[in-house]
C-alpha cells in the first residue's frame, strides 16, 4: 500500500485527495480537502497553498504526513481570464426639455398645461393666464400652497406644480383645486421659465399616458407633424414613468446616442472578421463563430474596445510575466448588459439603464514552471512528486467516477475564470475546449446590473437566496415562504432585501425589489452559463452535434450553484442527453474531479506496470 | 448576526415578547383534544404560538379571540369558548368581523388559517368530516 | 348647416360622432358616444345599437333627434375571428416512480433512502434495515411519531416518511432524529411497497439537489449508466421542487409525450405549406409567412387541428349565415401558451405546465346586407342614412385629425378580434390587412394560463393592476407602494391578489403570486400584440420596410389598455419612427377614427361639390 | 366594494380603530412646529396618523414612542419629548431598541421614516441641515 496524494491546482482553488494505492492498482479513497489556490496557477507561487491543503487532507485521514509517499499533481497550464465592460449608450437631456425621475410621492393626478413661472412671480401673472408654478428650494410647502390658492382666486389657472423639496403631496392636499404636483427636482432652478410647460401624474399604481406619446404631447403644445418627430424621442424616454415634465424650449432635445465604442477584430487560425462592438452580444458571438478557432483579438486603438482588450492583456501580462505582445487572446464571451447611469441634463438626477457590453477574455499561456513547482513541492512535503497527465484527461477519469457515467462522456467545468469542456469518446481519444467568462463574470454582472459597487456582496447575491424582512420577527424568501426568528432582526435588515448567507443575513442597500435582484441574478447566470455551456458542448462534441454528446457531467464551484445547473438541466433537455452534476466518487459532489483522476490513472498504470512486471 | 428559527414547541413556554399567536380558552377538560388539533394546525404551518386560559367569565369564542389578538405580538389569536366554538381574528379587524369562525370539527383547520393569516397566503379549506 | 352624425359599426364596439357640417366643409364636432355592437357587424341586428348610440351622442350634444339629417355608415364588412387551442404536450407517471407535487409544509430536511413500508409494518422490520415509512390515512401525527422513534430505538433505520395526511411538520418535529418526511400524498396507498425509494426535502426557500440530478438518483441506488439512463426524466420532472420522493420500480418511469395534434395546411394564393402544430407557434408563423397571402387553411381530419379549424369554421358559419364551406381562413395568428394540468398516474395530485398552441383564425366574410341595415336605419332615425366609403380609408381620415400626425400614416387598429392596419402613401393608395388574435385572444390565455375558467375575471385582470391585500387596512400595489382604506377591505380579500377595477377590488381564486399573474398578463399582450403589430406593418408598409411608414396611430380598444400601447412603443422604437396613440380630433384618444372619418369624407365631398357647384 | 383611500388631514379627527401611526408628545408649546414637521414627514408618504397628547409623567422620547406604538393600529408610533427630541418605535420591537431616532432637526425626516416603517420601504436619510 502506499499513501497517495492527488492535488489539482485550479485558477481559483487547489483540491486534494489523500489515498491508498495497492500493488495491484486498488485505490482506497481517505480523504479530501480545498482551499483557495496561492498566486498564480502552475507557478511556484502555489506551494505554500498545496502545502496547506494536502496537510489538511491527511489531518482529515488522520495519517501522518511523514507517510506519505507519493503526490499527484495535474499539468497546471494558467488559463487567465479578463474582463472589461463598456456603456455603448447615453441618454443626453438639451436644454432641459423635460423631467423624468420618478419622485416615490408626487402629488395630484392629472395633466397641466401652462407657461413656467417662478414662485414668486406668480402674483405678478395675469387672471384667466395658464401657469405652470415652479417652486424653488426654502419654501414651506403651506406657502407654496397658499401663494398657489391666492393665484387661483385672483382667476390665474394654476395647471400644474414642479417643486424642489419633497413636498408634492403636502402641496397637493392643501390647494382648492388639486392639479399634479411633481417634486424632488434637485435643479428645479435650471427650468426654464416662460416656455410652454406640461405637467402629468398618474394614478397610484399606473403610468403617464399623454407625456409618453408623442401624439399626446403634440395635442397638449398644438405641434405640427415637424415638431412631433423632434419631439418624439422625450415621449419615448419618459414610457413607464408614473409623473413627468415637459417643457417645450426652442431646441430642447433628448437623444439616446450610440456610443461608437469601436471595432472588435476576431482573428481566427483561417479567416478574420471585424465587428462593432456596439451591435451587441449576439453580433460579436455569430462573427466569432464564423472565425473559430480564435487566435487573437484586437480592439482598434484609441477607442472602448481597444482600451477593454489592452487592459485584458496588460492583467495578463503581469500575471504571468509574459511580455504584452506575446498574449493570444484565445476566446472571447460578450454578454449584452445594462448599467444604471445618470442622465447628461437631467434637472432630478434622472437615471437611464444604458446598455453596455461585457467582454471577458481567456488567454492559455505557455506551460508555466512546473519542474520547478514540483521540486519545491517534494521539498515542502517530503515525499515524490509527480507531474500528472493532461488536465482534461485527468477530470474525465474523475468525472468518471460519478455513479451512472459510462464513455462517452463530456465534462462541463464550470469555474470562475473560465467555462471548460472535455470529451471522452469510445476510442478514449479526448478533445477540450477553455471558454472565456464563468463565475467570476456572473458576479460581475450582478455587481454592475444592481449598481452595488461591492463585489463581495454581489458573490453573496450570486450564491445564496434573497428574502425580505417583514416584521422584526420574520422574513419572507423569496419563494414567498415565511420564516420566523425568536429574536428581532437587526435594524439594518428591517424592510429590506437581504441575502440569507451562511453568515446570517445581509442587507442589500439598494432600492431594487426581491424580484428585481432576482432576474438580475438569474439572467446573468443565464447569459453567461447556458450560452457557455452549449458553446462548450456544441465546440467538443464529435460534429458539433449535441445529441451524440452521452453522458454530460458538470463540475466545477459553479456547479455547487442552487440554480445553475437546474438552468443548464433545462437547457439541454431538449437534446435528451443524460445531463446533471457530477458526484465524484459518489460522494465528492462536483469537486475534486482532477485530483481523483490523477490517482485513478496512477493506480491503472501502476496495476498495469505490476500485471506486466509480474 | 445568525438567527436561529423559532422551534414550535417551545413556544408555550416562552417570553411575552416573541411572536407568537395567541389562543385563549375557557377552563374547560373538553377544550384539551380542541387546543391539540388548533395547535397541530399552526404547528403545522411553523408558526410559533402559545396557549392560555382565560379568567372566569361569561365571553364567546369572538370575545376570546379578539382579545387573544390583541394580547398576540402577531396581531392573531384564537378564541375557543367553553362549548368548543373556535374563533379567529386579527388585532386590526372590527371586533364584530372576525377573520373565520367554525364548530369544534373545524380545530385543525382553524389552526392552520391563524397561521396563515400571519404568514398571507390564503386560506385552507375545511375537509369533509374532522379529526377532531 | 347639416346635422350629420357619423356612426362605426365595429365587431365589438359601436361609435357615434355629431356634428353640424357647413356649406363650406367646415365641420364642428359637437359629441361623441359609444356601445356594445348589437349583433354580428353588417346586418340589421346592429339598428338597435346605432340608434340607442346615436340618440345618446345627439343627447349630448343637447339636439332633437329630429334635426338629424344625415347619417354616415361604415361599409361594415364583417371581419370575424375564431379561436381554439389544444394542448400538446402530456406528462404521464407509470409505476408510481415519484412524488413530484410540492406540498407547502414539508417536514425535516435532507435525503433518505431505504425500503417503502406500510406504517403498520413497521415493528416487523428488522433491526440495522433502512425503511421509508409510508403512512397512510387516519394515523394521527402523535402516532406516527411514536411508531417510528419505537422501530428506531429497535435499531430500524427509518430513513424517511410519506404521509398522506398534512402532518409532515408535525411528525417531523417529533421524531428523535429528524427525517425529510413529504405529506399530503393523496393516493398513498398506490405507492408501492418493498422497493427502494429516496425521499428528500430541501431547506426552506431552497430547491432539492439529489434527486434532480440523474447522478444523484444513480448514486442513491446505485445504478448503473443504462437505467441512469432510464430514470433521467424523472430528475428532470423534479428540478425546481421543494420536495420529492423516487420510488425504484421494475418498470416506472415518466414520459413527457407530445401529442400529435395534426398538420395544420397553409394554403396561399400561390403555394401551400404543412405544418405539424405541436412543432410550436413560431414554425407556424414561419410557414405561414412563406405562403402569405393566406387563401385558406385546413387541419388533417380526425386529429386535434382538424377539430380546432372545424370548430373556427362552424362558428364563423353560425356567426354569418354562410355555409361552412364557403367560409375561408384569411388569416392564423399560432401562439405558445401553457396549460395547468394534473399528470396522469400521479399520487399526490401533481400539475404540470402542459405545452399548447392556441390559434387564432380570421375570416372576412362577404359585405353583409348593408342596403337593408340602412333602410331600417332610415326608418328608426328618420333621417338621411349613406352608406360611406371603404372602412379602412375612414379610419385613416379620422387618424390624421390626431394632432401632429401627417401622411405618409399608418393606422393600428387593436379591436377585440382581430389586429387591423392600414397605411396611406402620400399618393393617397391605401392598403389595408386584417390579422386574427387581438385583445380577446389575450383575454383567453390569461384565463386558461392561470386556470382560472372566468372569462369576466381574466378580462379584468387584462384591463385594471394588480395588488396585495396586506391586512385588512392597506394593499400594495403591483408597483411596490401601499394604499390605505378607511374601512377594513372585503375578508375575502384579505391575503390574496386581488384585481383593482373600477367596480372595486375583485379577489383572484388562485394561488398565484402578483409577480406571477403580472408576468401571464404581460406575456400574453406581448405574445398577441407585439407579433401582430410588427407583422401588420409588415404586410402594409411598402416592401415591408418599417423604417418607411411615416407617422404610426394606433387605434381601437386594446390601444386604451395601460400597458400594450407602451409595449408598441418600445418593439418599434428601433426602427425610429413615430409612433403613438391616436388622439381623434385632439380629444377622442384612440377612439372614434372610423366615425370621425365618414363626417371628414362628406364634409370634403360637400366643399368640392360647393366649390364645382358654386 | 369600492374603498375610497384615507383622507390623510381628516385622521386627527378619525375613530381610534382607522389604521393610523400614533404621536404621542409632551404637552409642551414649544413641539407644535416640530409636530407639523413630523405629521408633514407622514403625509406626504401617504401614511394616516393621529396626534395625541401624553399625560404628565416624565417620559422621554423611546418611553412615548413605545406607548404611540402599541396604541397604533399600525404598531408604528412617535413619541416627542419635552426638549424635541423624536423617537420612532414599532410595537414588535424590543422597547429598548426602537426603530429610529433624532434631534428637533430631524423631525421631516422622523416622519417620513415611521411612515415607511409602515410601508416597508427604505427608510430615508436626514439630508443637511433641517427645516425644523
Ligand atoms: N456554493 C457555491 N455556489 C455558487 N458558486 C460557487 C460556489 N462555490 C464556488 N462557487 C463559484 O465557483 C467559482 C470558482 O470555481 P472553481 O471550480 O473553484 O474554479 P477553478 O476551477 O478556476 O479553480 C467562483 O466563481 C465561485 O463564485
Ligand atoms: N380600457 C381598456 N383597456 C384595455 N382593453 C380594453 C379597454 N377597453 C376595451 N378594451 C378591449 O378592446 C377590445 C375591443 O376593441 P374595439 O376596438 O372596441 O373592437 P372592434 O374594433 O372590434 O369593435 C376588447 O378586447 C376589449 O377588452
Ligand atoms: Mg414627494
Ligand atoms: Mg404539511
Known amino acids: 500500500m502506499t499513501l497517495v496524494a492527488g492535488v489539482d491546482i485550479g485558477n481559483s482553488t487547489t483540491e486534494a485527495c489523500v489515498t491508498d494505492v495497492g500493488e495491484d492498482g486498488k485505490v482506497t479513497y481517505l480523504s479530501g480537502a480545498l482551499g483557495r489556490t496561492s498566486g498564480v496557477k502552475g507557478t511556484t507561487e502555489n506551494v505554500s497553498g498545496v502545502v496547506e491543503i494536502v496537510r489538511l487532507a491527511l489531518a482529515r485521514a488522520g495519517r501522518d504526513p511523514a507517510e506519505l509517499q507519493t503526490v499527484l499533481v495535474n499539468e497546471a497550464t494558467p488559463v487567465i481570464s479578463g474582463l472589461a465592460m463598456e456603456t455603448i449608450t447615453e441618454t443626453i437631456i438639451t436644454e432641459s426639455t423635460m423631467i423624468g425621475h420618478n419622485p416615490d410621492t408626487p402629488g395630484g393626478v392629472g395633466l397641466g398645461v401652462g407657461t413656467t413661472v417662478a414662485f414668486p412671480e406668480l402674483p405678478g401673472c395675469a387672471a384667466g393666464s395658464a401657469v405652470i408654478c415652479v417652486v424653488g428650494p426654502g419654501v414651506d410647502f403651506e406657502d407654496a400652497a397658499a401663494g398657489i390658492n391666492g393665484a387661483t382666486a385672483r382667476g390665474v389657472r394654476v395647471a400644474g406644480v414642479v417643486v424642489h423639496a419633497d413636498d408634492a403631496t403636502l402641496i397637493a392636499n392643501r390647494l382648492g383645486e388639486p392639479v399634479p404636483v411633481v417634486d424632488e427636482v434637485t435643479l428645479v432652478d435650471r427650468v426654464p421659465l416662460g416656455m410652454q410647460a406640461a405637467v402629468e401624474v398618474a394614478e397610484q399604481g399606473r403610468t403617464i399616458r399623454t407625456l409618453s406619446n408623442p401624439y399626446g404631447i403634440a395635442t397638449v403644445f398644438e405641434l405640427d407633424p415637424e415638431q412631433t418627430r423632434m419631439i418624439a424621442p422625450v415621449a419615448r424616454a419618459l414610457v413607464g414613468n408614473r409623473s413627468a415634465v415637459v417643457v417645450r424650449t426652442p431646441a430642447g432635445d433628448i437623444t439616446d446616442r450610440r456610443i461608437p465604442a469601436g471595432t472588435l477584430t476576431l482573428i481566427g487560425e483561417k479567416s478574420k472578421r471585424s465587428v462593432e462592438m456596439d451591435a451587441g452580444a449576439e453580433e460579436i458571438m455569430e462573427t466569432l463563430q464564423r472565425v473559430r478557432p480564435l487566435a487573437d483579438a484586437t480592439g482598434e486603438p484609441g477607442t472602448h474596445v481597444g482600451g477593454m482588450l489592452a487592459r485584458v492583456r496588460d492583467t495578463m501580462s503581469e500575471l504571468t510575466a509574459m511580455p504584452v505582445d506575446t498574449v493570444r487572446i484565445q476566446d472571447v464571451l460578450a454578454v449584452d448588459t445594462f448599467v444604471p447611469q445618470r442622465i447628461t441634463g437631467g434637472l432630478a438626477g434622472e437615471f437611464a439603464l444604458e446598455n453596455a457590453v461585457a467582454l471577458a477574455a481567456m488567454v492559455r499561456t505557455s506551460r508555466g514552471p512546473m519542474e520547478l513547482l514540483a521540486a519545491r513541492l517534494r521539498t515542502a512535503l517530503d515525499a515524490e512528486v509527480l507531474i500528472g497527465g493532461v488536465e482534461a484527461d485527468m477530470a474525465l477519469l474523475g468525472a468518471l467516477t460519478t455513479p451512472g457515467t459510462d464513455r462517452p462522456v463530456t465534462i462541463l467545468d464550470l469555474g470562475g475564470g473560465s467555462t471548460d469542456a472535455a470529451v471522452s469518446t469510445e476510442g478514449a481519444e479526448v478533445h477540450s475546449v477553455h471558454l472565456a467568462g464563468a463565475g467570476d463574470l456572473v458576479t460581475n454582472l450582478i455587481d454592475s446590473e444592481l449598481g452595488l459597487k461591492n463585489l463581495e456582496l454581489a458573490e453573496e447575491i450570486k450564491r445564496f437566496p434573497l428574502a425580505k424582512a417583514e416584521s422584526f420577527f420574520h422574513v ?15 435594524a439594518d435588515a428591517f424592510a429590506r432585501v437581504v441575502v440569507l448567507t451562511d453568515a446570517g443575513m445581509h442587507p442589500i442597500p439598494t432600492r431594487h425589489g426581491v424580484e428585481r435582484i432576482r432576474e438580475v441574478r438569474r439572467s446573468a447566470k443565464r447569459r453567461v452559463f447556458v450560452v457557455n455551456a452549449l458553446r462548450a458542448l456544441e465546440q467538443v ?42 458526484n465524484v466518487r459518489g460522494s465528492e459532489g462536483p469537486r475534486n474531479a482532477v485530483a481523483t483522476g490523477l490517482v485513478v490513472n496512477y493506480a491503472s498504470a501502476r496495476a498495469a506496470g505490476a500485471a506486466t512486471g509480474g | 448576526m445568525h438567527h436561529a428559527p423559532v422551534d414550535d414547541r417551545r413556544s408555550d413556554r416562552a417570553g411575552r415578547d416573541r411572536p407568537a399567536v395567541t389562543v385563549l380558552h375557557r377552563p374547560d377538560p373538553g377544550t384539551r383534544r380542541l387546543l391539540r388539533e388548533i395547535t397541530a394546525g399552526m404547528e403545522e404551518e411553523g408558526v410559533p404560538y402559545r396557549v392560555e386560559e ?79
Chains 1, 3 share one sequence.
Not at chain 2, 389578538?69 to 367553553?82: E, H, N, W
Not at chain 2, 391563524?114 to 374532522?130: H, M
Request: aromatic share 6%.
Open chain 2, 54 to 132: 382565560a379568567a372566569d367569565g361569561g365571553d364567546g369564542a369572538r370575545e376570546l379571540a379578539l382579545a387573544a389578538a390583541q394580547a398576540s405580538t402577531l396581531d392573531v389569536g384564537i378564541g375557543v369558548d367553553a362549548a368548543g366554538y373556535i374563533c379567529v381574528h386579527h388585532a386590526k379587524l372590527p371586533p364584530d368581523a372576525p377573520a373565520a369562525a367554525g364548530p369544534p370539527s373545524s380545530a385543525r383547520t382553524m389552526g392552520h388559517n391563524a397561521a396563515r393569516l400571519v404568514v398571507g397566503i390564503p386560506f385552507k379549506q375545511q375537509e369533509g368530516p374532522s379529526h377532531a
Open chain 1, 476 to 490: 419572507r424568501m423569496e419563494d414567498g415562504t415565511v420564516r420566523f426568528f425568536d429574536r428581532p432582526l437587526p
Open chain 1, 541 to 582: 462534441v464529435p460534429g458539433g452535434n449535441i445529441r451524440r454528446t452521452g453522458f454530460v457531467v458538470v463540475l466545477g464551484g459553479s456547479a455547487l450553484d442552487f440554480e445553475i445547473p437546474d438552468m443548464i438541466a433545462e437547457a439541454v433537455a431538449e437534446f435528451g442527453i443524460v445531463s446533471g452534476t457530477g
